[in-house]
Nanobody
Framework: QVQLVESGGGSVQAGGSLRLSCVASGFSASRYCMGWFRQVLGKEREGVAG????????WYPDSVKGRFTISQDNAKNTLVLQMNSLKSEDTAMYYC???????????????????????WGQGTQVTVSS
């Protein structure tokens, strides 16, 4: 059974850092398209980072580029999001998600709103105070 469990959220002041983790079970995360998404109540879900199978390629929207870093710990089957220089606008519920590569290789489409991702965690809250 596929399961994703996020942790690491919390409250931090602007300029601070947080490290989110997502432990995957029931599948090998290194063989899937993996991503981090966030959502504020009443607003559309936003993709903040993605990584291809094997970790050879990553993507970030301009809003977090240079501040967020996605990575994988294959030994622990865990997806990580390191968030630095946090801003109040980063406040949201953060979710990790997974999908199988659509063409069976290492290519993953960008998913600005999580389209195509069919496995989701329960989320972890990040609150940044200014």
């Amino acid at each position: 059974q596929v399961q994703l469990v996020e942790s690491g959220g919390g409250s931090v002041q602007a300029g601070g850092s947080l490290r989110l983790s997502c432990v995957a079970s029931g599948f090998s995360a290194s063989r899937y398209c993996m991503g981090w998404f966030r959502q504020v109540l009443g607003k559309e879900r936003e993709g903040v980072a993605g990584i291809n199978p094997g970790g050879g390629s990553t993507w970030y929207p301009d809003s977090v580029k240079g501040r967020f870093t996605i990575s994988q710990d294959n030994a622990k089957n865990t997806l990580v999001l390191q968030m630095n220089s946090l801003k109040s606008e980063d406040t949201a519920m953060y979710y990790c998600a997974a999908r199988s590569p659509p063409f069976g290789d290492n290519w993953c489409p960008r998913a600005p709103s999580g389209e195509g991702y069919n496995y989701w965690g329960q989320g972890t809250q990040v609150t940044v105070s200014s």
